[in-house]
């Protein structure tokens, strides 16, 4: 059974940093391509970074240059730094995995920037 938790959410400065976590349990995780979506409200949930299995990753334009996603294949755990915050990067920041055809998302952890 697939698992996806995601930590590190919270209320931060324009201008500031945040750093989520996400741990995957219950796939071969290494073998994975894994994901950071984020939903502002009112809005659909977007992409915002992938982490290829290999260790190459691609980020959305918006957060292109201020955030940096990596992941640590011992701990089956994925990351997303965030750094120079904007107000418009206030969301609920998701996790997901696809295995075997099927998406898996975590719950959520929310991103407030704002002074």
């Known amino acids: 059974q697939v698992h996806i938790v995601e930590s590190g959410g919270g209320l931060v400065q324009p201008g500031g940093s945040l750093r989520l976590s996400c741990t995957v349990s219950?796939?071969?995780?290494?073998?994975?391509?894994l994901d950071w979506y984020r939903q502002a409200p009112e809005n659909q949930r977007v992409w915002v970074a992938s982490i290829f299995a290999g260790g190459s990753d691609n980020y959305a334009d918006s957060v292109k240059g201020r955030f940096t996603i990596s992941r640590n294949n011992v701990w089956n755990k994925v990351f997303l730094q965030m750094s120079n915050l904007k107000p418009e990067d206030t969301a609920v920041y998701f996790c997901h995995v696809k295995r075997q055809g099927i998406d898996y998302w975590g719950p959520g952890t929310r991103v407030t920037v704002s002074s």
């Open positions: 219950g796939i071969n995780f290494r073998i994975h391509d």
